[in-house]
């Protein structure tokens, strides 16, 4: 039998805790995303509907540039909750096309890579991964949907005055329990899809499906029913009225057009069942995210 | 040998079941520090085997400790173990680098402390000059290195390899065996799956034979061939004139065949009792005063042993 020196030396310095672990799987996850130029691009046209916003807040506010434009102010959309309605619109759309670009590849490439024994071999938990790759995804989405229609609304209310802060508490909420709620939505769905369907492009249809296909059976249950459950199963359908209904006082004419007589449910049933899509997608991915794929 | 469960990977009693289907069963195993090779055909149980010692799989049945720590503590058992995984599996956007410092910081390091001890293993494994550059574009034999650097960076005591030396040069394969050596002299554990079994003689203090989920057969090499009294050994005698050695060794009870070189310059002898076989030799060149060019088992390797062992079975 041999005789052994010790002559490793294991790292003995500080650790950092456990839960800031899962921050290197969203930093490698950020890498990742940052190669994709259609991602690089959508992220550029986020930030067009709010600079659009932030420049008809500086209008609204500056007199002498009204002046040099020739642009009386009656003519200029007014500030209230179907403008910050406006903004939001599109941002969310724009979240919805950037889950589809980024989600699926999330945690296909670790499954078909079989790198999760890699991660798992680590002192990294099941949970600790899957909110790496969740935050990832999530830090990006509030990057084009909360994060820059909340700048124009500071930017109004640094311009409006107290006033106009307090009496638009409302529009504040819906920006962003409207947003956090479709953001996680998205989330737990294409990270779930994307544990699911290998294929790219078909988890691509799926997201896509999930989010849009039940809107038409929800409004159909309507039809037919006259009641407003089938919202239930349109997680869409149910993001929308979430955005109107939280800032229903602050809507004008516009904006209360643009609702139009869709069906709606109030907004704790309606946070309730986005809660409950987003839960059975987690449940879905917890349920596939393992450290090894054992084929029987 | 050490006994003190803080110094061995012991394996108590553990079957590990895929629903229906056999991983492992009944596995006891005590394997000292070294360098441990884990032989088998395809589903013996080897990936299982590993799979189970990294945590990464929990036994149906029986109990598992690496270095004195359970494998359902993943927070200790990841510091203590090192695992090379088979498959070339990156971060897309990685570099050298950034992928052994990323999974430093899995493990607990700061940033910068990361970043220093990635670069001491990278250059420890001959590969400084391409740690800047994405791995997706390294060789075959700077991925199968860069996966080691990331196994080693924490300087674990217990080393996981699954098939190691894959995809390497002979150069490189001949630089990375003799790390393996380095680590495995440090004290370290080193246990390492592989299909090429001249590297695995080359290379282990002790191997596992396994088939169909069972191990057949454990320990040094030389120690598991002895045992084998079905198949006795095979040793080749060399001299310019055998006839009188062969005389005195075809009536001893330990040679069971012994057959004469057609060129007359030796002969092939077959013994169950090779200790009783080399003192007969020794005393007959003692009093006969023969010259011998070579006695040497033909035998006693990995590859004759897992033919004898699992190719029969």
């Given amino acids: 039998m041999a005789v052994y020196e010790r002559r490793y030396e294991p790292y003995q310095g500080p650790r950092r805790p456990v839960g800031g672990r899962a921050w290197v799987i969203s930093r490698f996850a950020w890498d990742d995303f940052a190669r994709s130029r259609l991602f690089l691009a959508s992220l550029v046209a986020g930030a067009f509907v709010p600079t659009l916003g932030l420049l008809v807040v500086y209008l609204h506010h500056n007199a002498q540039a009204l002046d040099v434009l020739n642009l009386p102010i009656s003519e200029l959309i007014r500030i209230d909750g179907s403008f910050f309605y406006l903004l939001l619109w599109p941002q969310h759309w724009l979240a919805l096309w950037m889950a589809l670009v980024v989600g699926p590849g999330l945690i296909t490439r670790d499954l078909t890579g079989v790198a999760l024994p890699l991660y798992f071999s680590r002192p990294l938990s099941r949970r600790s991964y899957l909110f790496g790759k969740a935050a990832a995804l999530m830090a990006l989405l509030s990057a084009v949907t909360w994060l820059p229609v909340l700048l124009v609304w500071l930017f109004q209310a640094s311009l409006g005055g107290r006033s106009w802060a307090g009496d638009s508490l409302d529009i504040l909420t819906s920006i962003m329990v409207s947003s956090l709620a479709w953001i996680l939505l998205l989330t737990s769905l294409s990270l779930a899809i994307s544990a699911w369907v290998r294929w790219t492009p078909v988890a691509r249809l799926f997201i896509l499906g999930l989010v849009s296909v039940p809107s038409a059976f929800a409004m159909a249950v309507y039809g037919i029913t006259d009641r407003p459950w089938g919202l239930v199963f349109a997680p869409m359908l149910l993001v929308r009225d979430l955005r109107f209904s939280l800032m229903e006082d602050s809507l004008s004419q516009i904006g209360t057009a643009m609702r139009g007589g869709f069906p709606s449910l109030s907004a704790p049933w309606t946070l309730a069942a986005l809660g409950l899509w987003t839960a059975l997608g987690f449940l879905a991915l917890m349920s596939r995210v393992k450290a090894l794929d054992v084929v029987r | ?313």
């Fill in chain 2, 1 to 313: 040998m050490s006994t003190d469960p803080r110094e061995l990977i012991l394996f108590q009693e553990v079957s590990k079941f895929y629903g229906e289907v056999l991983g492992i069963n009944r596995v006891s195993l005590s394997i000292p520090p070294g360098i441990t090779s884990l032989v088998g055909p395809n589903g013996s149980g080897k990936s299982t085997l590993m799979n189970l010692m990294t945590g990464l799989l929990h036994p149906t049945v029986g109990r598992i400790s690496v270095r004195g720590t359970a494998t359902d503590d993943p927070e200790r058992l990841h510091r203590l173990v090192g695992y090379c995984a088979q498959p070339d599996t990156f971060p897309p956007a990685a570099t050298g680098l950034s992928f052994v410092a990323g999974f430093l910081e899995i493990c607990g390091l700061g940033r910068r402390a990361a970043q220093l001890r990635a670069e001491e293993t990278i250059d420890q494994l001959g590969l400084s000059d391409a740690a800047g550059r994405k791995v997706a574009a390294y060789s075959k034999g700077m991925r199968q290195r860069i996966k080691l650097a990331r196994a080693i960076a924490h300087d674990p005591p217990v080393l996981v390899l699954d098939e190691p030396l894959n995809g390497l040069d002979p150069m490189a394969r001949a630089e990375v065996i003799a790390l393996f050596r380095r680590w495995g002299a440090g004290g370290r554990h080193l246990i390492v799956s592989s299909h090429i079994l001249h590297e695995v003689d080359l290379l282990s203090d002790q191997v596992i034979l396994m088939n169909q989920g069972y191990v057949v057969a454990e320990g040094d090499i030389q120690g598991v061939r002895g045992e084998m009294t079905r198949h006795p050994l095979q040793i080749v005698v060399r001299c310019a004139d055998p006839r009188p050695l062969a005389a005195r060794l075809i009536g001893a009870d330990s040679v069971t065949d012994l057959q004469l070189h057609a060129d007359g310059g030796g002969f092939f002898a077959r013994t169950r009792d090779p200790e009783g076989f080399y003192r007969l030799v020794q005393d007959a060149v003692l009093q006969e005063g023969l010259i011998l060019e070579t006695v040497m088992p033909v035998d006693d390797d990995v590859g004759a042993v897992y033919q004898y062992l699992i190719g029969e079975a």
